[in-house]
């Protein structure tokens, strides 16, 4: 059974990584800002396979990370796999409009955030 943390969960990639998943026998914590979403995203997917919790938050903030972390280790004891999927849509726009405002908060989430969690998860897998 591999254990699995998926950040991004609530569309797109994510959620088709989740769904696929879950049908196999796996342990998931399911990550994304809507914990409407998410709950429901877990809801449908009770019976299909595998165990999956959800996990609500932003990526791009340490308390998030350590705490989806957290629950992964206390609920399954370790990680196999990290799908670092979470990107932060709401600012990226065309070059002639960025700015560097818009630039650093698209990096929080889009390349510190997955580098962060990548570097908080290594020591339990």
Avoid at 68 to 88: M, Q, S
């Amino acid at each position: 059974m591999k254990r699995i943390l998926i950040t991004g969960a609530t569309s797109g990639i994510g959620r088709a990584t989740a769904l696929r998943l879950a049908a196999a026998d796996t342990e998931i914590i399911i990550t994304g800002r809507r914990k409407e979403r998410l709950d429901a995203l877990a809801e449908s997917l009770k019976g299909k396979g595998g165990r999956l919790l959800p996990f609500a938050g932003d990526v791009s903030r340490e308390e998030t990370m350590n705490g989806a972390i957290e629950l992964a280790v206390k609920e399954f004891g370790r990680l196999d796999i990290l799908v670092n999927n979470a990107v932060d849509r709401r600012n990226m726009t065309s070059l002639q409009n960025a700015t560097r405002e818009k630039l650093r908060a698209s990096a929080e989430v889009n390349l510190n955030g997955q580098i962060l969690l990548s570097q908080a998860v290594i020591p339990h897998m």
